[in-house]
């Protein structure tokens, strides 16, 4: 059969596919306890399905190859199509007890790898709530301290080793969180309060995507996720908390009139400036952010030319409208973001 | 396959073609460029003396008008921009009421872009350069909604929100009750 | 006559008892005139008059009025095939589009619709109809029976269908298709968030189709349960009529779930009700559970026919019964009980509590070891008896490779941190595309190579169907073996596009050139279908050898299928009789009858007059059609469309006057 010739030549190239580029969405990125849990589990499973397959893949074979010589086999040109062999009838059971052991043996696999995760993630010591709007992550972190929370958009960052609580709200449709480097995805369901706890364990950047359809642009819903080291973390939150800079350059401040005083301001909120919108993500921090528009783009100069000017041909949908800003306008705006570091 | 099958299926194919694109549903993303703003001087009166006849109807507003995603646009963005804290749902608290039939900057939906737009006396901010132009469009087109202007057809019976009033789909039409503001 | 009165102790006059015994004796006198078949009546002479009484009147009105299960069962599945021909090609455009990363072919928009129309058009206009058109044609033959029961319904249950695909496919033609995936969740799908028509085109296209699933069901299970002929004991009943009674009766306990899920939503959306609005005590969640509780079941329901194909097949070709028929029979039972208590399987990322969650993994697991066990017994059929080859055969033999690597990686997410990471990505899509195409569709094409000589009289092309065989199965492999790896990668569903840099490059160009394979396989499959309808060798009755009865009609089968009623000695009747085939005799010739007998020992039990052709069933399914249609629009078409829907139906059901002469099955 030509498909067994091919599939280690597909698998190769698949393989090394896999291998090829950075791990930074994959369920292989093993970045976290539960991504770790989950590969060991998969291939639990793998192994003992591909020895099952390997059974019936066999047997099949055998059937169809096996010698019989003529007038000895139970068929009806033969009159015995009523007559079976007691090999196939203890075959039976044997198989039948094959199945049951194997599916039983698999499912307290799956239950005490469920049960280990769910521990590993108990103590948890960082809160983060995140609220799924379409097409963009609205991520706030908790702290007892009101003055202390921070608040950003389509980005995390994550200290590593320290078990960190999700919690997953909707203002609109059904939206999942799938961070697939680190854990499986939760979903966010508008009414219901779900959460997810993760103890990343690799240094590093991951990028984590929508996974329930929730609409036009559900393609570009992604958010990037940095798990820093523990004092990179800390300073991270220190800085988020500073509000934005002034701007010095005349350009810059042109860009900060406009913002605060037109259609930027009535949506976006930047804090230490009368820009105070709810509608849209928070643009304190836009600069020091590894993308925009959660994901649609990666974050650099052009890319914000690209997209103030025009949201609605990058992200057809988005509900960030396209103004119609004179190239004045403009080049002040994105002169002016680009100091929200 | 007979002729007659033949000739059937490029008759039905012809039609399809025709038909295609209900204008109802089609979603318009992209607004008009800059200089294409609302024209200066839109009539707020509700009165034409001497028998003349009320001002065109602007060429955009069957863009809008009875367009089912603008009116939902329309609709999200009378919560997220607060219209509710003045109009409540239609019902006018601090701001008059949308629903019922007295107008008295104008009815129509070119007219009631024009009070978004430019504010009105006794309280309602001019939105002009705080939304895009088909932002304001689009609530013009959920504000006639709140009358049961639009066609049924193209109105969602409610939003995923706390209910107070009558749905959408089955507002009962309340023509504003001055001459002149045709085109409902 | 015995003297009444002794017997039964009632005190009749006289001039009553002779007056009585006269009425009887005119009765007998009348009866000797029927025309039956019989020693009396048969061969050319009984076959032209049976012609006569059981073919419908040419022309248009008598094409719509049709209710031979024959002309129906055709109707259904060369409809079932056109859509499954339109879902492909939308589904080519999709794979064009997602081949590079960044593609700009078709638009958000546009693709939401494309993915839509795909699953709903593939689901609820392809698989569940191909299987019900399938069986509406064969059981009849396959139980011995003139035809089904209550054949208006039958027509009644395509006329429904084909107007809810012409609805839905119309609206996509309009521009207005709905765009929120097969599924349809809320609130996405809810007022809010989908404005506008398309939403509720689907939810009527799923009334549609379900009402007219509902009706196919209770037609299979009584003609399966009913009109079995004398002596095909439960015990004895070909295997595909046990599969297609488990999967109706699937069918009457799963539909109704999507139907009121289909109804809240429209009226959700329609007049303002609150069923699935969080803020007002509603739920989001609860559409999920109801859709679900259909949904999952739904997959069963179009399994199961399949393997009722592989067994017809293997029966066939390896020139025996299948091994061990009662554990096949109990396990298409027990797949059947099983397949209801799955359900939140699909719901594992949604939060419900994990303790839950276990016992779902459980169930999805237990459901893999009947259907484990049916393939035991399928390819213990193989090594018992001497497989021939053939295009079906191979059919069978490519499901059991591709469907035994879907079930295994359904093992896989029926786990739930396992599911948790690949669910609602590409790892899903491959898994239900293995389990669906190649533990479906495979059999599907086997069995209507197999039964193709019945239905038409003509052999396929040998040449062209192994040809397609082998593009279909490679094919298959390259488009989907990929999408394994492509899920686990990190890619998810219904997306219209993805970043280059991930990895997902080679596996979905890999698909997208499968893809294009396997259309081209189903081409050929057409192709071959169409052409041998002219060129094709004339078949024999029995070209196969098979063992089963519709096998002992001509090929095609005359209006009435059987002249004789025939009588069933073994499960394997064909097989088993000497050249006369036992037959009862005495049916009525001069009009419509057919043999109705007990439920499980098929003793002989009723005559059952089967009505004649009639437009009523067209009338009222363009009456209900139009009655659904409006709806969509205002809820005014409740009250005034029901008004032609019940003039319909009582027309329909007005009794009619029983002019037979009466008369006892046995006498």
Redesign the interface.
């Known amino acids: 059969m030509s498909m067994g010739r091919r599939a280690p030549l597909v698998l190769l190239a698949l393989g090394t596919g896999a291998c090829s580029y950075q791990n930074y969405q994959s369920t292989f990125g093993n970045a976290a306890i539960e991504a770790r849990q989950f590969n060991t589990l998969f291939v639990i499973f793998l192994v003992v399905c591909a020895v099952m397959y390997l059974a019936v893949v066999l047997f099949l074979f055998a059937s169809i190859l096996r010698r019989r010589r003529a007038g000895e086999a139970n068929v009806v040109e033969d009159g015995r199509h009523h007559l079976s062999s007691p090999l196939m009838r203890s075959a039976l059971i044997g198989w039948s007890a094959v199945v049951v052991v194997g599916l039983i043996g698999l499912a307290i696999a799956s239950f005490f790898a469920d049960r280990s995760m769910a521990k590993a993630a108990s103590g948890q010591k960082l809160s983060i709530t995140i609220t799924a709007n379409q097409w963009w992550w609205d991520v706030q972190y908790n702290s007892a301290d009101v003055s202390k929370m921070v608040r950003t958009a389509n980005e995390l960052h994550l200290p590593v080793g320290v078990p960190v609580r999700i919690f997953l709200r909707s203002n609109d449709v059904i939206h999942s969180f799938w961070v697939p480097s680190l854990a499986g995805k939760q979903d966010l369901i508008p009414g219901r309060d779900n959460d997810i706890t993760i103890v990343p364990s690799k240094v590093g950047i991951y990028r984590g995507q929508c996974a329930e359809f929730c609409g036009a642009q559900h393609a570009h819903m992604a958010l990037v996720v940095n798990v820093d080291s523990f004092p990179d973390f800390i300073k991270w939150w220190q800085h988020q908390l500073q509000p934005a800079q002034a701007p010095t350059t005349p350009e810059a401040v042109a860009g900060y009139n406009y913002v605060t005083s037109r259609q930027c301001g009535a949506c976006h909120s930047i804090a230490g400036t009368p820009a105070s919108g709810t509608v849209g993500p928070d643009l304190t921090h836009l600069a020091s952010r590894r993308s925009i528009a959660a994901g649609t783009l990666p974050m650099g100069q052009g890319n914000l030319y690209g997209w103030v000017a025009d949201p609605q041909s990058l992200k057809p949908g988005v509900h960030m409208p396209t103004i119609g800003l004179e190239p004045a306008q403009l080049h002040a705006v994105v002169a002016y973001l680009e100091t929200l570091k | 396959m007979s002729s007659r099958f033949r000739a059937s299926l490029l008759l039905l194919g012809g039609i399809a073609v025709t038909l295609a694109a209900c204008d109802r549903e089609e979603r318009h993303s992209r607004s008009k460029p800059i200089g294409e703003t609302l024209p200066a001087g839109m009539s707020p009166d509700t009165i034409w003396p001497g028998g003349t006849q009320p001002p065109a109807l602007d060429p955009r507003a069957k863009l809008y008008d009875d367009n089912a995603p603008a009116i939902a646009a329309g609709q999200q963005l009378y919560s997220q921009f607060n219209c509710v804290g003045c109009h409540s749902h239609g019902g006018g608290s601090m701001g008059p009421p949308l629903m019922d039939d007295q107008w008295r900057y104008g009815g129509r939906i070119d007219q009631i872009a024009a009070s978004i737009a430019e504010g009105r006396p006794n309280g309602m901010p001019a939105w002009r350069n705080k939304l895009t132009d088909d932002q304001i469009w689009q609530l013009a087109a959920y504000v006639r909604t709140l009358s049961g202007q639009p066609s049924k057809d193209a109105v969602s019976s409610r939003a995923d929100a706390m209910s107070s009033t009558t749905p959408g789909s089955l507002t009962p039409r309340e023509p504003a009750k001055s001459s002149g503001t045709a085109t409902q | 006559m015995t003297d009444v009165r002794a017997a039964t102790g009632w005190t009749t006059s006289d001039s009553e008892l002779e007056r009585v015994r006269e009425e009887d004796e005119r009765l007998a006198r009348e009866r000797t005139k029927i025309a039956r078949d019989g020693p009396g009546l048969k061969d050319a002479e009984l076959a032209a008059r049976l012609d006569r009484t059981w073919r419908r009147p040419p022309g248009i009105i008598g094409w719509l009025a049709t209710v031979d299960h024959k002309e129906i069962g055709r109707r259904y599945i060369i409809t079932a095939l056109m859509f499954l021909a339109l879902g492909g090609v939308l589904a080519l455009i999709m794979r064009l589009q997602l081949a590079e990363p960044g593609n700009n072919l078709v638009?958000?928009?546009r693709y939401?619709e494309l993915f839509t129309m795909h699953g709903s058009t593939m689901m609820f206009l392809f698989a569940v109809p191909v299987m019900e058109g399938v069986a509406v044609y064969i059981i009849p033959l396959m139980v011995g029976a003139r035809s089904t029961t209550f054949p208006r319904l039958n027509a009644f249950s395509y006329y429904m269908y084909l107007f809810g695909g012409l609805m839905l496919w119309?609206a996509f033609?309009?521009?207005?298709a709905p765009?929120?995936?097969w599924f349809a969740?809320t609130?996405?799908s809810?007022?809010?968030?989908s404005?506008?028509?398309?939403s509720d085109v689907w939810a009527q296209m799923i009334t549609f189709t379900e009402v007219s699933a509902l009706a196919a069901a209770v037609v299979l299970v009584c003609t399966i349960l009913k009109a079995r002929a004398p002596g095909m004991t439960l015990a004895r009943m070909p295997i595909f009529a046990w599969a297609m009674l488990v999967q109706a009766v699937m069918i009457i306990f799963a539909m109704p779930a999507i139907a009121l899920a289909s109804g809240m939503l429209i009226s959700?959306?329609?007049?303002?009700t609150?069923f699935?609005?969080?803020?007002?005590h509603g739920?989001?969640?609860l559409w999920q559970h109801l859709f679900w509780f259909f949904g999952h079941p739904e997959v069963y329901i179009i399994f199961l026919p399949a393997t009722g194909f592989v067994s017809v097949i293997t029966e066939t070709f390896?020139?025996?019964?299948i091994?061990?028929h009662t554990?096949v029979v109990l396990a298409l039972m027990s797949t059947g009980i099983l397949a209801f208590g799955l359900w939140v399987h699909h719901m594992f990322?949604?939060?419900l509590p994990?303790v839950g969650y276990?016992f779902y993994?459980?169930a999805s697991?237990?459901v893999?070891?009947p259907t484990?066990?049916q393939?035991?017994?399928w390819?213990?059929t193989?090594?018992?008896?001497?497989?021939r080859?053939e295009v079906p055969m191979l059919y069978v033999?490519g499901f059991?490779?591709t469907f035994?690597?879907g079930g295994?990686?359904g093992?896989?997410i029926?786990?739930?941190?396992?599911?948790?990471?690949?669910?609602?990505?590409f790892f899903i899509v491959a898994h239900f595309h293995y389990v669906l195409i190649g533990g479906a569709v495979f059999p599907l094409l086997g069995i209507l190579t197999y039964w193709y000589p019945k239905i038409t009289g003509r052999m396929m092309s040998d040449a062209l169907g192994k040809i397609g065989f082998w593009m279909v199965?490679?094919g298959f492999?390259?488009a989907f073996?990929?999408m394994h790896?492509s899920g686990?990668?990190?890619m998810?569903?219904?997306?219209?596009?993805?970043?280059a840099?991930?990895?997902l490059?080679?596996?979905n160009m890999?698909s997208t050139i499968g893809a294009f394979v396997v259309a081209a396989a189903v081409g050929i499959f057409v192709v071959n279908g169409v052409v041998s309808l002219y060129r094709g060798r004339l078949a024999p009755a029995n070209p196969w050898?098979a063992?089963s009865l519709e096998w002992a009609t001509p090929s095609p089968p005359p209006a009435y299928n059987f002249p004789h009623v025939p009588v069933v000695e073994s499960r394997?009747p064909l097989?088993d009789t000497g050249p006369e085939m036992p037959v009862l005799t005495g049916l009525r010739v001069d009009e419509k009858e057919m043999l109705l007998t007990t439920v499980v020992a098929a003793v002989p039990d009723l005559r059952e007059p089967i009505p004649e052709p009639s437009l009523w069933p067209f009338i009222s399914s363009v009456a209900v059609g139009v009655f659904f249609i409006s709806s969509i629009?205002?809820?005014w078409a409740v009250p005034f469309g029901a008004i032609p829907c019940t003039i319909a139906l009582i027309a329909w059901f007005w009794p009619k006057e029983m002019k037979r002469t009466p008369e006892p099955v046995i006498s």
Not at chain 3, 173 to 176: D, E
Not at chain 3, 276 to 280: D, I, L, R
Not at chain 3, 414 to 425: E, I, M, Y
């Open positions: 638009g958000a928009q939401n119309g033609v309009l521009n207005i765009d929120v995936g969740y609130p996405l809810g007022p809010e968030f404005p506008g028509k398309r959700d959306r329609l007049v303002g609150q699935f609005n969080q803020y007002e739920d989001a969640l390896c020139r025996r019964p091994f061990a554990i990322a949604t939060g994990r276990s993994t459980a697991m237990t893999a070891i484990g066990l393939i035991f017994c390819l213990a193989m090594w018992e008896g001497r497989p080859f033999v059991i490779i035994v690597i295994l990686s093992v896989i029926a786990s739930v941190p396992l599911d948790l990471q690949v669910h609602d990505t199965f490679l492999q390259l073996f990929p790896f686990l990668l990190g998810p569903r219904r997306v219209y596009t993805y970043p840099g991930l990895g490059e080679l596996p890999l050898g063992p394997t097989w629009f205002s809820p």
